[in-house]
């Protein structure tokens, strides 16, 4: 059926019709599209349209492109947070209506790097505690996080007990976190976190750097979380000055 039916370039009304047919079920989320040759000739557009199309719905993670295999539809993330506000993943989870849970991995004090000594300072390190987590949301692993906090912030004895590190650092350093400094990247390939998440070879994770900060500006807690990213997309308000 043909979309010329409004003023719009004709990339644009693909990419909204190749949205409602997934929304409708037509096409269904891990399916193949159809090849390039029968989508374009079904839309009435040619190829050199149909493939922008695809280029922007595979920049806004909507569809996969595996050379000569085909396009496949991703999975429509579970999970939509904006990331102005320092909400949890805990807290993010259960906005989405599931049920958040933690599967602890590993605790260690580790030697810092030259790198994360200028991260913490003006803290004079000695070791950090290094906490990796396992985040699910209704069961299944959705998230591995590596937390990293100066020794004697919190007792490496019960870290692994303790859900919110948050909360386990007001109460045994009277440090109250306030804001973080926070970088997005895709991430692909990496065989531990890939098997711990249960990701495809070809799928890529999100991943948020963060430091944490005190209200008199303080760096206590480095975090490095990998999102998987069928389930968790993030955005961002911007305002006009």
Do not use: W
């Not at 303080?218 to 006009?240: I, M």
């Amino acid at each position: 059926m043909s979309i010329k039916s409004d003023s719009r370039h004709l990339y644009l009304q693909v990419i909204d019709k190749i949205k409602q047919d997934i929304e409708s079920g037509i096409f269904k989320p891990h399916g193949k599209l159809p090849s390039e040759f029968e989508l374009s000739k079904t839309l009435g557009v040619s190829r050199a349209t149909l493939r922008e199309a695809l280029r922007i719905l595979e920049e806004d993670n909507v569809v996969t492109r595996k050379h000569g295999v085909g396009t496949f539809v991703n999975q429509k993330p579970i999970v939509s947070s904006g990331i102005e506000q320092l909400n949890s993943v805990t807290f993010m989870i259960e906005q989405a209506g599931k049920e958040a849970g933690s599967q602890y991995y590993s605790t260690e004090l580790i030697d810092p790097t030259e790198e994360e000594r200028n991260k913490f300072k003006p803290f004079d390190l000695t070791q950090l505690v290094k906490i990796e987590r396992i985040r699910t949301a209704d069961g299944k692993p959705v998230v591995f996080c590596i937390d990293k906090v100066p020794e004697g912030l919190i007792p490496i004895e019960i870290a692994n007990k303790q859900d919110s590190l948050f909360k386990l650092m007001e109460e045994h350093a009277q440090k109250r976190i306030s804001y973080a400094i926070t970088y997005i990247e895709p991430v692909s390939y990496n065989e531990k976190i890939f098997n711990i998440l249960n990701c495809d070879f070809d799928q890529s994770l999100l991943l948020l750097k963060q430091m944490h900060y005190t209200d008199d500006d303080k760096p206590v807690l480095y975090s490095l979380n990998y999102f998987r990213s069928d389930v968790f997309s993030f955005h961002v308000l911007r305002k006009r000055v």
